[in-house]
């Protein structure tokens, strides 16, 4: 119901930045959260960040105050700022989309964050 496509990932040392990107297609409802979760070889899932269609964000303790999640409704893309990275973020970022949080409609391939220290 949901396709996404990520963008925006690379290497970074520690104390950067990097943005990511992920364009959505799909419904009304099946895109009224859109969010980020990171997930590495062997580790759960980690819910990162994730933003309603009226705005209203929701973020993992461990990324508050470092991370912003934002969202173009028009476009149906997602964007997450990344500042004050530590090799603890490295990570594949893959990007989301449902009718609620929680909800996993879609998700995209995701695109690798590594941050060197």
């Known amino acids: 119901q949901v396709h996404l496509v990520e963008s925006g990932g690379g290497l970074v040392q520690a104390g950067g930045s990097l943005r990511v990107s992920c364009a959505a297609n799909?419904?009304?409802?099946?895109?009224?959260?859109m969010g980020w979760y990171r997930q590495a070889p062997g580790k759960q899932r980690e819910s990162v960040a994730a933003i309603t269609r009226g705005g209203y964000t929701n973020y993992a303790d461990s990324v508050k105050g470092r991370f912003t999640i934002s969202r173009d409704n028009a476009k149906n893309t997602v964007y997450l700022q990344m500042n004050s990275l530590t090799p603890e973020d490295t990570d594949v970022y893959y990007c989301?989309?449902?009718?609620?949080?929680?909800?996993?409609?879609?998700w995209g391939q995701g695109t690798q964050v590594t941050v060197s220290s």
């Open positions: 799909g419904s009304i409802l099946s895109t009224a959260v």
């Open positions: 989301y989309a449902g009718p609620n949080f929680g909800a996993y409609y879609g």
